[in-house]
């Protein structure tokens, strides 16, 4: 890993710009939270009530909670980063997916705006990351997704079901990369990526053909 990798950071997006005096709508509400979090500080709702121009109540309506729109800010840019993973990686089969994985522990650990949000939020940040009703559970679920399309080209025989594959991938990830939280924010990469490296290696083909994470064509 070269050291302009381990120094990636999140690209930032524009500031919220509103043409005359046209109302705030929800998608300026996401934009704004976004920049939030990528200049490294603490979303204060009343603050972007106020930025937006709009009331408390307006707000959370739109959005439900603070919690919600942590998640879907830190989702998305998550998704950016397995996507541009995904873009970047060469080869086939276990071989792309060590390469998507790995850069996304990479990038994820060198995130500044994840580790001032982590430094803001304490354990309730890392609890909306690492729940199953957060950003884990949607990154399982992408994961998944991009696994699947190399067991379906039959590049990649799974060691087992994608979903219990997955699951334990995403765990170790977290491991590495949040376990050190109370005493700081000090990520493991390395040994995430070789962790995730072990958890992927294929399984020969099983007696009768078949493949953990494949279903047969009936």
Wanted: a positive charge; hydrophobic letters at 40%; zero cysteines.
């Amino acid at each position: 890993m070269t050291s302009a990798t381990k120094t990636a950071r999140i690209a930032p997006i524009p500031a919220l710009q509103r043409s005359g005096t046209a109302p705030a709508s929800p998608a300026d509400m996401f934009r704004l939270a976004r920049k939030t979090f990528l200049a490294g500080e603490k979303l204060d709702m009343n603050q972007l009530a106020l930025q937006l121009g709009i009331a408390r109540a307006t707000l959370y309506r739109w959005i439900g909670d603070r919690d919600r729109l942590l998640v879907d800010v830190i989702w998305s840019l998550t998704q950016e980063i397995l996507d541009r993973a995904a873009a970047r990686a060469k080869g086939l089969g276990v071989q792309r997916l060590e390469a998507i994985l790995g850069e996304q522990v990479e990038v994820i650990a060198t995130a500044q705006p994840l580790r001032a949000f982590l430094e803001h939020e304490g354990q309730a940040g890392y609890r909306l990351v690492t729940h199953p009703e957060g950003v884990h559970g949607r990154l399982v679920q992408a994961d998944i997704a991009l696994m699947r399309v190399e067991v379906d080209a039959g590049r990649y025989r799974p060691p087992t079901d994608l979903e219990t594959l997955v699951e334990a991938i995403v765990s170790v990830g977290e491991h590495f990369l949040y376990s050190g939280l109370i005493g700081g924010f000090h990520p493991q990469p390395d040994k995430a990526r070789r962790s995730i490296a072990l958890l992927l290696r294929e399984n020969p083909e099983m007696p009768g053909g078949k493949i953990p994470g494949k279903r047969r064509p009936g």
